[in-house]
């Protein structure tokens, strides 16, 4: 997909080879660990995240879905996972993450990132600044044509009822009767058995 990312977080991924399963491709299940990276980088090693101590207790993930688009092949170009935040909550950031190689999508997920209180572990409000700097990142939708051509529209004839080829009733078979005639067997003489011609 040609697309213009607007206030996206970009991170640059290597595949790995140990992440190829028996069917040649990447692991569905290690997917996900691209996922948490681009998350951990965004939250916790972006400079400006650094630089205001945001989330100084880390995040917690409370929910991942995720669309599967194609198969992924371990090759010597990075991935880009892509980061974008959908939505800001009290406590969380509803983040959608695309797995891309090129113009190629592979994955979407969105994922829910809440932020944590570290007396009690649990979710706590998000603070000012950070809010701040997920804002940077929201409005993140692809602005884009996909770089396929559209397709062509086909008409169909519409078939109706009336335009349908109708079956004949079927009329029951009329048993004709059945004429016996005697059979001579050979070498007992006048024939007794009876037989259906």
Same mark, same amino acid.
Request: charged share 25%; proline share 9%; net charge positive.
């Given at each position: ?8 977080? *970009? ?6 080879? @140990? ?6 491709? %990447?692991?569905?299940?290690?997917? *996900? ?14 400079? =400006?995240? /650094? =630089? ?13 879905? %995720?669309? !599967?688009?194609? =198969? ?18 009290? @406590?969380?950031?509803?983040?959608? /993450? ?7 999508? !592979? ?10 209180? &570290? ?17 940077? !990142? ?8 996909? @770089? ?5 529209? *086909?008409?169909?004839?519409? %078939? ?8 004949? +009733? ?7 009767? /059945?004429?016996?005639?005697? %059979?001579?067997? +050979?070498? &007992? ?9």
């Amino acid at each position: 997909m040609t697309a213009a990312w607007r206030n996206a977080h *970009v991170l640059r991924c290597p595949t790995r080879w @140990s992440d190829v399963d028996e069917n040649g491709h %990447i692991n569905n299940a290690r997917l *996900v660990g691209y996922i948490q990276e681009g998350i951990y980088d965004l939250f916790r090693h972006h400079a =400006q995240a /650094v =630089q205001d101590s945001l989330f100084p207790a880390g995040f917690l993930i409370a929910r991942h879905e %995720i669309d !599967y688009l194609a =198969q992924l092949h371990h090759e010597p170009e990075p991935l880009q996972v892509r980061l974008t935040v959908e939505r800001l909550g009290n @406590s969380s950031a509803h983040v959608r /993450v695309d797995v891309c190689r090129d113009h190629d999508r !592979y994955m979407t997920a969105r994922t829910v990132v809440v932020a944590r209180d &570290r007396a009690s572990g649990r979710s706590r409000k998000l603070s000012q600044p950070e809010r701040r700097f997920l804002s940077d !990142y929201l409005s993140a939708r692809p602005v884009a044509v996909p @770089s396929v051509p559209a397709p062509v529209a *086909v008409t169909v004839p519409r %078939i109706t009822p009336k335009a349908m080829p109708q079956r004949r +009733p079927v009329r029951p078979a009329v048993r004709q009767p /059945v004429a016996l005639h005697k %059979i001579p067997q +050979p070498g &007992r003489g006048p024939g007794r058995s009876l037989c259906r011609v």
